[in-house]
């Protein structure tokens, strides 16, 4: 499910604009929505109206905190590799950035990329900075205007549970 991102942002930001090169770097969409869930194996995948500049995307530039079930701040590090990947529609890849996490190694799930049961709060770092802390796109404009979405993790102990079965066997 993909959902319109001025549902989810903070700053009631427009999702409007050109779709071609001219104007402002927007988004456009993410999955998962605003309040949204993922499974561990899920990547989160959000759609721009320009190509993504792929060395602009790093933990600085998208940033997560981490709640537990009751809302309290948790000190756990997200981890996992950004993509790009194609938009419904486009013919070349470039305008959906895709953040891909670590798969969890171990019995109980809590090594991952993501955790199970917990809430991330996704921030999109925009505007001119100075410091080269915003995402771009691949003509080095900033995104327009941060962005904040968040989402659960499915809640469980068995694979079954936590992870997307799209294959016989489960995830590998």
């Keep these: 499910v993909v959902a ?8 009631g930001s427009s999702t409007t604009g050109s779709l071609g090169t001219a104007g402002a770097f927007l988004v456009l969409q993410t ?21 993504v500049n792929l060395d602009s995307a790093n933990l600085n530039t998208v940033s997560f905190q981490v709640f ?24 070349t890849t470039g305008r959906r950035l895709q953040f891909v996490p670590r798969f969890p190694t ?8 993501f955790r199970p049961g917990r809430s991330y709060l996704v921030q999109l770092v925009g505007g001119e900075r100075l410091n080269g802390t915003a ?7 900033a995104l327009a205007q941060p962005i ?24 590998a």
Excluded: M, W
Aim: one cysteine or more.
């Design 4 to 11: 319109a991102v001025a549902a989810c942002s903070g700053g």
């Design 31 to 51: 999955d998962p929505s605003a309040n949204g869930r993922l499974y561990l194996n899920d990547p989160i995948q959000i759609d721009f109206n320009h190509p």
């Design 68 to 91: 537990d079930q009751l809302g309290n701040v948790l000190s756990e590090q997200v981890a996992g590799d950004f993509a790009l990947a194609r938009s419904p529609g486009d013919a």
């Design 106 to 113: 171990n019995n109980t799930f809590d090594n991952g990329g």
């Design 135 to 141: 995402l771009r796109d691949t003509g080095g404009k």
């Design 148 to 171: 904040s979405v968040q989402f659960s993790t499915a809640e469980g102990t068995a694979p079954s549970q936590l992870f997307r079965n799209s294959a016989a066997g489960g995830p």
